[in-house]
């Protein structure tokens, strides 16, 4: 598998956006996407799955994300979804709350996408998700705001924030997260930009692209696996 | 003196059905781009050339020192509107040689 797409947000009311964002994904040469339905119809069945699967031939994965304002709110949400086999991902901009959610093993992703977010990153929750195998995600949409000096301070917060992450762990992943269809990105030229502009090297910056989206699909797919007990113990078939 | 190693970029072009550049448009729009982002003293090392850019098929291919073949890739990403077109610039591929450039299926599409 190639490079994926963490994030891609779709309006599951509007087919025709759909349509047009998967077009220009498949334009690009995008194999791999990772849908967040967004919209009234956001719960993930199986027949929205199929229809979205029918549209495109990437290989689509989902994930579900959650702004709680307040830890109980964060607990309600999580027990109430856990039978979603999709990635569930935390973004707030409450410390509290990002704290909770480092230590949740139900959470896998904590998401730091605008610039008010990723200012309340700190080590200690990048050192709390280490502990718990779950993954802190950048997203790249605040580059593209076309208010040049707004976009340097930007580019300044994603610098701050992609330093600290990939000094202090492994498990981190960038998204493009772009909203507009003509912002997307193959993550090949995402890689070039985080190298380039962000400082990362090309080794890091294609390990967030690649095998820590790999990694992360396994632990969810681990999760919801009945044979698999914890990491390294699973129940095998005979003859297996 | 040992010669400079270039690299070739092969990028699409993808557009929403109206576009009315022409070749110095993109070029414009690049350099732009590349002063933007970094400024003059990577644009000094780039040694960019344009090599073809045909808007009918939709691809163009250009010409970098292979030490800046990332800050060219970064600055062709980051164009999203040439004359008031949103556009992208989208890299494929890249190679060390025009010939080799010349064999991908893309630009075998008739």
Same mark, same amino acid.
């Given at each position: ?16 956006e759909?349509? @047009? ?12 996407v ?10 993930l ?11 495109t ?18 607990? @309600?949400?999580?027990?109430s @979804?856990?039978k ?9 901009? @409450?410390k ?8 949740d093993s139900?959470v ?6 605008d ?20 993954f ?11 208010n ?10 994603l ?34 930009i ?12 294609k390990k ?9 699909i396994?632990?969810v797919?681990?999760?919801?696996d ?13 003859g297996? | ?13 993808i557009h929403? =059905?109206?576009l009315?550049?022409? $070749?110095?448009?993109?070029? #414009? ?5 590349i002063w933007?982002?970094? =400024?003059? #003293?990577?644009?000094t090392?780039? =040694?960019?050339?344009?090599i ?13 020192? $292979? ?6 890739i ?5 164009i ?5 077109f949103k ?8 190679? =060390?040689?025009?010939?080799?450039m ?9």
């Amino acid at each position: 598998m190639s490079y994926f797409e963490s994030r891609l947000r779709l309006n599951v009311e509007n087919f025709e956006e759909i349509k @047009n964002k998967f077009t220009i994904c498949e334009k690009l040469g995008i194999k791999n996407v990772i849908i967040e339905p967004i919209g009234k119809l956001k719960n993930l069945g199986i027949d929205l799955r199929e229809k979205l699967e029918s549209l495109t031939k990437m290989h689509l994965f989902y994930r579900t994300c959650f702004r709680p304002k307040n830890v109980d709110e964060l607990k @309600n949400k999580l027990s109430s @979804n856990r039978k979603l086999p999709t990635i569930f991902s935390i973004e707030t901009p @409450n410390k509290e709350v990002q704290i909770q959610a480092a230590k949740d093993s139900r959470v896998d992703v904590i998401s730091f996408t605008d610039p008010i977010t990723m200012k309340t990153l700190t080590s200690g929750i990048i050192s709390l998700s280490k502990q718990n195998n779950s993954f802190i995600e950048i997203s790249l949409t605040s580059m593209m705001v076309t208010n040049k000096a707004q976009q340097s301070k930007n580019f300044r917060e994603l610098y701050r924030i992609a330093h600290s992450v990939s000094s202090l762990t492994n498990n981190f992943i960038i998204s493009g997260n772009f909203e507009d269809p003509y912002h997307l990105k193959h993550p090949r030229a995402l890689i070039s930009i985080c190298h380039t502009l962000l400082g990362l090297s090309i080794i890091d910056a294609k390990k967030a692209f690649k095998e820590n989206v790999k990694r992360l699909i396994k632990r969810v797919q681990d999760r919801y696996d009945t044979n698999f007990i914890e990491n390294g113990v699973k129940f095998i078939k005979e003859g297996e | 003196m040992r010669n400079e190693r270039n690299r070739y970029i092969l990028f699409k072009i993808i557009h929403n =059905g109206i576009l009315s550049l022409d $070749h110095s448009d993109i070029l #414009k729009s690049i350099w732009k781009s590349i002063w933007y982002f970094f =400024g003059i #003293k990577e644009a000094t090392k780039i =040694g960019l050339w344009v090599i073809e850019i045909d808007l009918e098929k939709e691809f163009g291919i250009i010409r970098c020192a $292979h030490q800046t073949k990332e800050v060219l890739i970064t600055a062709l990403s980051l164009i999203t509107e040439i004359n008031g077109f949103k556009v992208i610039l989208s890299p494929v591929k890249t190679s =060390g040689t025009i010939k080799s450039m010349k064999r991908e299926s893309y630009l075998k599409k008739p």
